[in-house]
């Protein structure tokens, strides 16, 4: 799991002016592998998202992120 470079990813994407939705879809299939997941995991995963919405919308909650595009919770 590479998350530290997923994230850098991200940034370089923002800095280069990729729009927030477009970021967002990097992380629409995230739930899809849930249900295999152990409780850890699925915390690492909504930590990254957590991050990746800051880096997408630095301006908004992760909350209003996840509702914005429509992005159910692992938990």
């Given at each position: 799991f590479r998350s530290p470079s997923r994230?850098?990813?991200?940034?370089?994407?923002?800095?280069?002016?990729v729009s927030g939705e477009d970021i967002m879809q990097i992380l629409y299939a995230s739930p899809v592998?849930?249900?295999?997941?152990?409780?850890?995991?699925?915390d690492d995963i909504e930590a990254i998202q957590k991050r990746a919405c800051h880096i997408a919308y630095p301006t908004i909650s992760f909350e209003d992120c996840l509702q914005k595009f429509n992005i159910p919770t692992l938990k």
């Open positions: 994230l850098f990813d991200l940034n370089i994407l923002r800095r280069a002016k592998w849930h249900p295999g997941l152990t409780c850890e995991q699925s």
